[in-house]
């Protein structure tokens, strides 16, 4: 099956700085990536839709100023938490939409664990 | 809205079958997916099932739709124990072509020696 990477798998940092997560399909071209954040024992919730050449679409309550967005090319996505704080802490997992092959389908990465001290 | 549901646990034993089950709102929904996620670990597509079928089957696994009642099932024949995961179902709702999922909460699944 298609292949999605994150890097780094694990990241801790002081509080007031800011975290980049990479996102890269590996053997397709992702023109939709998707960024949820998945908090302990819970289901992942959707940030933002990030569609190459163009804005991020965030979802309500999300502070794109705080979570911004980059989709340079068809096959990388980054996330980056601004003036993290403790309580942003959390499962970062991005996945790639990958086109009809009999199915629209989400390919997910293996996810990015932040701790905010 | 869009909503999905799951039961949060099951614990089955070793080579018996399991059975998790979804129910979802937005009859829309064009494909409906499950995923399965190991501990510390992203998701992994297990399969999906086009709106219009009844049943899908893939080697262990068997998906059952009934869309009258809005309800899905994944079906794990001769569970193992690395079958031990978190399940989630999830549907495309009415987000069109976006490629937006709505997921339920995930099913824990414990499978006992």
């Known amino acids: 099956g298609a292949v999605v990477s994150q890097h780094p798998s694990r990241v801790i940092c002081k509080s007031g700085t800011s975290v980049k997560i990479e996102c890269r399909s590996l053997d397709f071209q992702a023109t939709t990536m998707f960024w949820y954040r998945q908090f302990p024992k819970q289901s992942l919730m959707l940030m933002a839709t990030?569609?190459?050449?163009?804005?991020?679409?965030?979802e309500q309550g999300v502070e794109k100023d705080k979570f911004l967005i980059n989709h340079a090319s068809l096959t990388l996505s980054t996330l980056t938490v601004t003036s993290a704080h403790p309580e942003d802490s959390s499962f970062y997992i991005c996945s790639a939409r990958s086109l009809p092959r009999g199915a629209e389908t989400q390919y997910f990465g293996p996810g990015t664990r932040l701790l905010v001290l | 809205g869009e909503d999905v549901e799951q039961s949060l646990f099951l614990s089955v034993r070793e080579g018996d079958s399991s059975v998790i089950n979804c129910t979802y709102t937005?009859?829309?929904?064009?494909?409906l997916y499950w995923y399965k996620q190991e501990p510390g670990a992203g998701l992994q597509l297990l399969t999906y099932?086009?709106?219009?079928?009844d049943m899908k089957q893939d080697q262990r696994l068997t998906v059952l739709l009934n869309k009258k009642d809005k309800h899905l099932s994944l079906r794990i024949a001769d569970t193992q124990t690395g079958d031990s995961a978190i399940y989630f179902c999830?549907?495309?709702?009415?987000?069109?072509?976006?490629?937006?999922?709505?997921f339920g909460q995930g099913t824990t699944l414990q499978v006992k020696p």
């Open positions: 099932i086009f709106s219009n079928m």
């Open positions: 937005d009859s829309s929904s064009t494909y």
């Open positions: 990030s569609n190459e050449g163009s804005k991020a679409t965030y």
């Open positions: 999830a549907e495309s709702g009415r987000s069109g072509n976006t490629g937006k999922l709505i």
